[in-house]
């Protein structure tokens, strides 16, 4: 870690494993971290508190937890519109985008964290994104990436100015093992994640996509995850 | 208008003149309207209620109101974070970037249209930019809606599976007079709309940047405006 740490970075962190050890790289790359987490009416709303577990821990310089109902809008099983798919294998969770899929939702939140960004004068957004476990997902891919750099670039009075915003997203291509490995080399409290799309009193229930992919990834590093599963 | 309405759109209402005259364009273009109204902490809560009574004057088919409470993030006079300009001439207007610039607030208004846009399976969002009274915002440029649109294209499921979006500004390179005369024509219900950015007990206050645009383009027009002012 560098020695002098002033240049701050927004991370949107929902509480999860991915977003959790994307902020522990932006930690890493030198920055101060401002956390933006955003409450969307989700099931999993124990993701939240972790969140706050998760910005502690990481010794976060301000957590900005956003309010903003999406189930107003609706579309997807994680506002409740929809069952969540369980005990799905790696065929068929590829097929097709999931009903986890929420419209709009990753650039909902790049466009609130470009906001948080430019009021705070930084930069750089971390997210977790990733294209490997969620190949299903549109706004998790690069392309869509690039497009909202570009949008913000044209659209934000930081962008006109001379501001070049970066949204980063370190575990794009990473596998979910890979990202666990990154994570446990740089002390990423994995016991204060959750990944659960479909939780019961906050336990994970260990058959949902998300819970398949995570057990999976600590299976292959070799490594107990520390969280506990109502399924084992 | 056309006889036969069964095409869909989204528009962005706040309960102003500019997105009441974009919404009844929608409407005599053969769209059923579905407004979405963003209730984001604003200084003038009064244009919520206006745009209420507005989706009920142009026979909206839903009305959708979606509170973000966007004084967490900061950042703008409409947020109440910093004084909002008054009695400034045309000058002065077109100089900087105004203090009512709200960091990211329209794509983080078109990001949750399109998310309503998708789960209703349509493709047209109308929204009341404005590049001509409004020079000093950046996300009212036409380079803006462009990236937006390109960004919607990649990052949803439905620009992926076929739907082609298209962000509408009707009024994008018209003058507030010009807007006036449209609407006029449409018989859009002026006495409901608002336009002050700092209201006192829902009354305008007459001297704002909004509200001298407004005023002056109705004296342009020869016509009454037909709503009160503070300060006449």
Same mark, same amino acid.
Do not use: W
């Given at each position: 870690?560098?020695? *002098?740490?002033?240049?701050r &970075?927004?991370v ?6 991915d977003?959790t050890? &994307?902020?522990? /790289?932006? !930690? ?6 401002? $956390?933006? @987490?955003?409450?969307?009416g *989700?099931?999993?709303a124990? +993701? ?12 976060t %310089?301000?957590h900005?937890?956003l309010d ?5 809008i609706?579309?997807s099983? $994680?506002t409740?519109d929809?069952p969540v ?6 065929? +068929?969770?590829? %097929?097709?985008?999931?009903? @986890? ?13 470009a ?6 004068g930084?930069?750089?957004?971390? #997210? ?11 706004d998790?891919r690069?392309? #869509?990436?690039?497009? /909202?750099? &570009?949008t913000?670039q044209?659209?934000?009075k930081?962008g006109? @100015?001379?501001? !070049?915003?970066?949204i ?16 446990l080399?740089?002390?990423?409290? #994995?016991?204060? @994640? ?6 019961a ?5 260990? %058959? ?12 292959e590093?070799g490594v ?5 599963y109502?399924?084992?």
């Amino acid at each position: 870690m560098s020695g *002098q740490i002033s240049k701050r &970075a927004v991370v949107l962190a929902s509480g999860g494993l991915d977003s959790t050890v &994307a902020a522990a /790289v932006a !930690r890493q790359d030198g920055y101060e971290l401002y $956390l933006l @987490t955003i409450a969307y009416g *989700q099931r999993h709303a124990v +993701e939240i508190e972790r969140a706050k577990q998760v910005a502690i821990a990481l010794e976060t %310089r301000q957590h900005v937890v956003l309010d903003i109902d999406l189930r107003a809008i609706g579309g997807s099983a $994680l506002t409740g519109d929809l069952p969540v798919p369980k005990d799905r294998d790696v065929s +068929e969770r590829d %097929r097709d985008i999931p009903a @986890t899929y929420v419209p709009g939702r990753n650039l909902i939140f790049l466009s609130l964290a470009a906001a948080y960004a430019e009021v705070l004068g930084a930069s750089a957004i971390y #997210f977790g994104a990733n294209v490997v476990d969620y190949s299903g997902y549109p706004d998790c891919r690069p392309e #869509f990436i690039k497009a /909202v750099e &570009a949008t913000l670039q044209v659209g934000t009075k930081a962008g006109m @100015t001379g501001t !070049r915003f970066e949204i980063r997203a370190p575990l794009l291509r990473m596998t979910k093992a890979e990202i666990i490995r990154l994570g446990l080399g740089l002390q990423v409290p #994995f016991h204060l @994640t959750h990944s659960c799309y479909d939780p019961a009193e906050s336990v994970a229930c260990g %058959r949902c996509d998300s819970c398949l992919i995570r057990r999976q990834g600590f299976a292959e590093v070799g490594v107990v995850d520390p969280v506990p599963y109502a399924v084992s």
